[in-house]
């Protein structure tokens, strides 16, 4: 059975470095385009290449043939010329010991590609290709979405490194970015109809008024313990 050829744009941005940062991807496939993206509170701009890669091929439902266009030769030159297998099969152990950065990612990458037959190619960024235009403008975009993901496996390998917490759960805890203490901040817009949860409170950094979303204040409309569904009775 001949497999389908899916036609990809990524790219990936990061305002400071680390810093805020997204990335914008456009699956093509007979005439339909599919586009995505996301946003990260605090990461790299290599990651989200990478992640770019990563959420397009992880999208496709079965196996493909892909060409993925990239502006990052990080990407493209890691992977079509077979170093990050090279990594991986020295244990993400470089010359003198060092470790390979964004070795999860990598990995992460190296299955996908495991399951389809990819072809990584470099294509010079705002250069007037349509569809890189259009990655570059979606991973920007990204970066201001209203609530950003959390990327784990930057914040852990940075974590391991400086010691500090795993994640920020509590008021008084210092915050990632310039270790001022966190507070606990109640939210003060309105629900809109067609949300499906809210949080009861977020954290806040007074220094860099950087905001943390904590899981244990995510609360779904409706639910036992929603104040709001209680209120409306």
């Not at 093509?28 to 290449?49: A, C, H, P, W």
């Not at 470099?122 to 250069?127: D, L, M, S, T, Y």
Request: hydrophobic share 30%; with cysteine.
């Amino acid at each position: 059975m001949t497999k389908k050829h899916i036609i990809i744009y990524t790219d990936g941005a990061c305002e400071g470095n680390p810093g805020p940062g997204g990335y914008g991807a456009i699956l093509i496939f007979d005439g339909v385009r599919k586009e995505l993206s996301q946003g990260y509170r605090l990461t790299t701009n290599n990651r989200m290449e990478m992640m770019a890669a990563i959420a397009a091929l992880e999208a496709l439902v079965e196996p493909c043939q892909v060409t993925l266009y990239s502006d990052s030769r990080y990407l493209v030159e890691a992977m079509s010329q077979g170093k990050a297998s090279k990594w991986q099969e020295a244990g993400w152990v470089r010359d003198r010991g060092r470790r390979v950065p964004n070795e999860d990612l990598w990995e992460r990458l190296l299955a996908l590609c495991k399951r389809h037959e990819v072809a990584f190619e470099w294509v010079r960024g705002h250069a007037g290709d349509r569809n890189n235009e259009r990655a570059d403008y979606l991973s920007y975009s990204a970066i201001s979405q209203e609530r950003p993901e959390e990327d784990e496996g930057y914040l852990q390998a940075r974590e391991s490194e400086s010691g500090a917490p795993t994640k920020i759960t509590e008021a008084g805890q210092p915050c990632r970015k310039c270790s001022t203490p966190v507070v606990k901040r109640i939210p003060k817009r309105k629900r809109k109809p067609d949300q499906q949860y809210y949080y009861e409170y977020y954290l806040y950094c007074p220094g860099c008024k950087t905001m943390y979303m904590v899981e244990e204040a995510k609360r779904y409309i409706g639910e036992p313990g929603d104040r709001g569904s209680r209120d409306s009775k």
